[in-house]
């Protein structure tokens, strides 16, 4: 039997997989790189928060000088209690990140420009392989290495397996680490926005009954300001919503942010629910 030995297997490719492929690839190690999805188009409209410690690690892993020209810096948090009653003002609470040390809290990153930025540097690292056509079927683990089968026949071995396989895991299931599960009955809206004030680097929480309404700043585009947001809803609503013609969406975005910067415009084509 034909098996290809690294020194670990990484199943996934997400940001999480990615990353750690880049980091255990530039500290000389053998990785196998296991994702159906690394030769697709992406069209992941979240957005990852890195904070502080991240810059140090992602310099190291070669990824920070590529994900640098897409990082918008979070200076400022901003939680809104709007959920009192009707008339009452809203309660707003910052955190200054200039209150604890020099730098911001963190910086916030599309997920398509982590990935781009990635594959790219994965691209440099010729003891990252990449198995982009095929997926982890089944963990064979012996005493001194894990051995694994992918779903096109392809057997590898490493002295370390990681699953970087998302919230349904297959490496997770098949190691037998089990799960707690609770459902909130929410459901999130994921979608960008364009915007005539400036973010001012300040990432804006609005919570109402529902769930929060999260607006985490972008680096600037072309034709203005931008915003990657987040939007927690009772499933119920999140339905009702994701019916809406873009128009009637922008309206009800506008309403929901409590007007925190202006009036919003959908950038994405569509909406990403979660
Ligand atoms: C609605 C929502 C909004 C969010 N907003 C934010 C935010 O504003 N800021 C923030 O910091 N974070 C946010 N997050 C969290 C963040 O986006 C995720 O935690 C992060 O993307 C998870 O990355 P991951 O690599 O662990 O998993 P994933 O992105 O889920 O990647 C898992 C990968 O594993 C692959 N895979 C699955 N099964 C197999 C298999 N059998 N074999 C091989 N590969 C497999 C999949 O193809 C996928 O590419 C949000 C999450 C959600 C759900």
């Not at 920070?64 to 809104?80: G, N, Q, S, T, Y």
């Not at 594959?119 to 694994?148: C, G, K, S």
């Not at 992918?150 to 037998?176: E, N, P």
């Not at 769930?211 to 609503?237: C, K, N, Q, Y």
């Amino acid at each position: 039997m034909n098996i290809q030995h690294s020194d670990i297997i990484l199943v996934g490719g997400g940001i999480a997989g990615m990353t750690a492929a880049a980091a255990f690839g530039t500290a000389g190690f053998s990785v196998a790189l296991v994702d159906p999805s690394l030769a697709k188009q992406s069209n992941d409209l979240r957005s990852t928060a890195f904070l502080q410690p991240a810059r140090a690690l992602l310099a190291r892993a070669g990824l920070w000088d590529l994900f640098e020209p897409h990082a918008a810096p979070l200076k400022i948090m901003r939680i809104i209690d709007a959920g009192g009653p009707p008339d009452a003002a809203a309660v707003s609470a910052d955190f200054d990140a200039s209150e604890i040390g020099d730098g911001p809290f963190g910086w916030n990153l599309p997920n398509m420009a982590i990935r781009q930025a990635a594959l790219a540097r994965l691209a440099q690292l010729p003891n990252v392989t990449q198995y982009p056509d095929t997926r982890f079927a089944r963990l064979t683990p012996r005493r001194v290495e894990a051995r694994v089968a992918l779903s096109d026949g392809t057997q590898l071995s490493a002295k370390l397996l990681i699953g970087a396989d998302g919230r349904k895991s297959a490496v997770r299931k098949a190691a037998g680490i089990g799960t707690k599960i609770h459902r909130y009955g929410q459901k999130a809206l994921v979608f960008t926005v364009r915007h005539a004030p400036p973010h001012n680097d300040c990432s804006t929480e609005v919570h109402l009954s529902g769930g929060p309404f999260t607006m985490v700043p972008l680096p600037d585009a072309d034709d203005g300001h931008r915003s990657a947001i987040v939007w927690m809803e009772t499933s119920a609503e999140a339905a009702r919503l994701m019916q809406l013609d873009e128009a009637a969406f922008n309206d009800a975005a506008s309403h929901r942010s409590a007007g925190v910067l202006g009036p919003l415009a959908l950038t994405s084509p569509t909406f990403q629910k979660s």
